[in-house]
């Protein structure tokens, strides 16, 4: 069974409180430094906003504990590696923060890398130890946590881990030919007849496997499917069942075809993106519930087609 997981991530506030991780949150805020900066690409907002939560959610990093700060400081680096400059600078003042000074004494800054790096023990005492001695031959006494949290990154083995939570490509989206990775003609090319005809009907949409956050992303509206069934509300998990069969064919096929397209290289790691672009309007018209008292039973009716998937879903999105 595959489980659409919606975890919460908690992040760290610059005076030490937990936040919830929110990724519409960032996409706005990513989006308002794209219209300063004058950019109408603002499809790139939401791209960041998943590479950044997909990193996030990532095995290796479930263990550790990041801040607003960090997540602030990655979005800029990836809006300035992937060409956007002007967007980076505008995001960086949106979202400059006053952090409190901390003294540099041994307590405090290993209570910062302990709860940033996820380090104890020796490791901890060690690295708190060369952070304090690198601050003292600078003269300093007192400064904000993040001053100390670098020195930490840089004095570590593995230096800037919160950089390689999502690696942006290695050269800028503005000297690419294209956006895409994959793109959305070169995915419907090839496929078979009925996948064709469900994507023409709209019930199943698709994107181009963008460069900023290479991802399956498919669009599901479940309105047009049960329409097609011939049923009377409120519909029941057994009675959306056969629609969910050739839209999983459907979703399978298309799978395929972009790990094919994309290679060895990303193939295997795309992850799945589901998007329901129209839950709200399914839920009021078939499940006769209104929004968004609906979204579990849209969740639980979901899992169902999930099962039929070849693939996990990394996220499940309902509008």
Not at 40 to 62: C, G, H, K, T
Not at 106 to 111: G, Q, W
Request: hydrophobic letters at 40%; one cysteine or more; a negative charge.
């Amino acid at each position: 069974m595959i489980k659409l997981s919606d975890n919460s991530i908690q992040l760290i506030t610059v005076d030490g409180n937990r936040i919830e991780f929110e990724t519409e949150e960032l996409q706005g805020r990513i989006i308002n430094s794209c219209l300063d900066a004058g950019i109408r690409e603002v499809w790139i907002a939401e791209d960041i906003a998943l590479s950044v939560e997909y990193a996030l959610r990532a095995p290796e990093n479930q263990e550790r504990t990041f801040s607003v700060s960090d997540i602030n400081g990655l979005v800029v680096k990836i809006l300035e590696n992937t060409g956007y400059p002007d967007a980076a600078e505008s995001f960086r003042l949106r979202n400059e923060g006053a952090e409190n000074e901390i003294e540099s004494k041994p307590e405090t800054v290993s209570t910062v890398i302990r709860k940033h790096l996820g380090l104890s023990g020796k490791k901890l005492e060690d690295l708190t130890g060369r952070v304090l001695q690198a601050a003292e031959s600078l003269g300093i006494k007192s400064a904000v946590p993040n001053f100390f949290l670098e020195l930490a990154r840089h004095y570590r083995e593995h230096k800037m881990p919160v950089s390689g939570l999502v690696a942006p490509p290695p050269e800028s989206r503005r000297n690419n030919k294209t956006p895409w990775l994959v793109s959305p003609d070169a995915i419907k090319e090839g496929l078979s007849e009925n996948t064709s005809k469900m994507l023409d009907s709209g019930i199943i949409g698709i994107s181009g496997v963008s460069r900023l956050f290479p991802a399956i992303k498919i669009t599901l509206r479940l309105v047009k499917l049960v329409d097609m069934l011939d049923l009377n509300p409120p519909v029941t998990e057994m009675s959306v069942l056969p629609g969910f069969v050739p839209a999983a064919d459907t979703v399978n096929e298309v799978i395929m075809a972009v790990k094919r397209l994309a290679g060895s290289k990303h193939g295997n790691k795309l992850p799945l993106y589901l998007q329901v672009a129209d839950a709200a309007e399914f839920a009021e018209r078939w499940l006769e519930i209104p929004w968004p008292k609906a979204e579990p039973c849209c969740r639980e009716l979901l899992d169902y087609l999930s099962r039929m998937l070849d693939q996990n879903v990394f996220k499940l999105k309902l509008r």
